[in-house]
């Protein structure tokens, strides 16, 4: 594991990482000063990162601490051939889509034959594609 001390206004004190053989992240940590669990930059306390054969991530699994907001949502993250990012969805704990903070259950990334990403298309939980960009004021 590796520890870092991090800024006051992260809402915790401490990172601890835990890596895989190859060296890649697969959990994170948020502590406080008594070592207990804290929310950490993106709302969560424990983020644990599962990844594919080629050491990509496919789902990130946050949990919250006790008290904090609703249970954990899940990120999938799906791959083509050529190791570009297909789909994202965000995913409830019986891995049904859900509609994320930022209104989209599924992200589509689409690429130009050169792997140059040239639009994303979003679409809710119930399939319905959103008309304008997440996050961005219609």
């Known amino acids: 594991t590796d520890e870092i001390a991090a800024a006051a206004e992260g809402g915790f004190h401490e990172a601890r990482y835990v890596y895989d053989t190859r060296g890649n992240v697969v959990e994170r940590r948020f502590l406080d000063v008594h070592c207990a669990a804290a929310v950490g930059p993106n709302g969560f306390s424990v983020e644990t990162i599962a990844r594919d054969a080629l050491g990509r ?32 969805e965000y995913l409830d704990r ?3 889509l859900v509609d994320g903070a930022q209104g989209f259950a599924r992200a589509e990334p689409a690429y130009d034959q050169f792997g140059d990403l040239v639009s994303v298309r979003y679409l809710t939980a119930d399939g319905t594609p959103l008309q304008f960009e997440p996050g961005i004021d219609a």
């Not at 991530?57 to 993250?77: D, K, T």
């Open 57 to 88: 991530p496919e789902r990130f699994s946050p949990q919250r601490p006790h008290g904090h907001g609703v249970g954990a949502l899940s990120v999938a993250i799906r791959y083509d051939d050529r190791g570009n990012a297909v789909a994202v």
């Open 94 to 96: 019986a891995d049904r």
